[in-house]
């Protein structure tokens, strides 16, 4: 590491900096401050994504998930009992009801 700060202090010495244009200060921030007023845009896309990668947004999309599914759900569950009679040993569509009744 010594050898290349050597070198490059050696190689400093022989060729001058180059002289820098009067405004190039001026210039810079300049072109700073058209970076910043121009304001990069996010596309809705990727506003949406940034904000679901976040932990919040993360646990929004969960619980609107679970609220669409739930809701869903309780609009093609049965009104009344939860249909447990397919367990019954009467049920109508058992295989062994099936073969049991005369016909």
Do not use: Y
């Not at 022989?14 to 921030?29: C, I």
């Not at 007023?37 to 919040?56: H, M, Q, T």
């Amino acid at each position: 590491m010594k050898n290349l700060d050597d070198a490059l202090a050696r190689l400093a010495s022989q060729s001058p900096a180059p002289a820098l244009p009067e405004n190039f200060e001026s210039n810079v921030w300049r072109s700073i401050r058209q970076r910043r007023g121009s304001g990069a845009r996010e596309s809705l896309v990727d506003s949406l994504l940034n904000l679901l990668f976040r932990p919040a947004g993360f646990a929004s999309a969960v619980v609107v998930t679970l609220a669409v599914a739930v809701s869903i759900g309780s609009l093609d569950a049965p009104r009344g009992a939860l249909d447990l009679g397919v367990f019954s040993s009467r049920a109508p569509s058992l295989p062994s009801t099936l073969m049991n009744t005369p016909r």
